[in-house]
């Protein structure tokens, strides 16, 4: 099994960033899928997640109205699209695979996003 994420990088504050991961080694449209993300010194936290067909989406407060989710089961690709960026959403962005919610399921190894104010 392997998550692959990408999209990662250096941008400004307010600016953009679309992030992906490339799922393979599982039946990706059976697995709910989410993004996490751990800032420096701080614990990983729940971004943003997605049921299996994409119609069911729920975000941290934090990045309501400003991240958008979604998946190409045809792909086997998740995306987290980033609009307005702040300071504070510079972490390590994990995607995250699982079949059922008690469950740690599948983790990338990490893109790194960094926001300069």
């Known amino acids: 099994v392997r998550l692959v994420e990408s999209g990662g990088g250096l941008v400004q504050a307010g600016g953009s960033l679309r992030l992906s991961c490339a799922a393979s080694?599982?039946?990706?449209?059976?697995?709910?899928m989410a993004w996490y993300r751990q800032a420096p010194g701080k614990q990983r936290e729940l971004v943003t997640t997605?049921?299996?067909?994409?119609?069911?989406?729920n975000y941290a407060d934090s990045v309501k109205g400003r991240f958008t989710i979604s998946r190409d089961n045809a792909k086997n690709t998740l995306y987290l699209q980033m609009n307005s960026l702040k300071a504070e959403d510079t972490a390590v962005y994990y995607c995250?695979?699982?079949?059922?919610?008690?469950?740690?399921?599948?983790w990338g190894q990490g893109t790194q996003v960094t926001v300069s104010s």
């Open positions: 995250n695979a699982r079949l059922r919610s008690w469950q740690d399921g599948y």
């Open positions: 080694g599982i039946s990706f449209r059976i697995y709910s």
């Open positions: 997605i049921n299996i067909d994409g119609s069911t989406t």
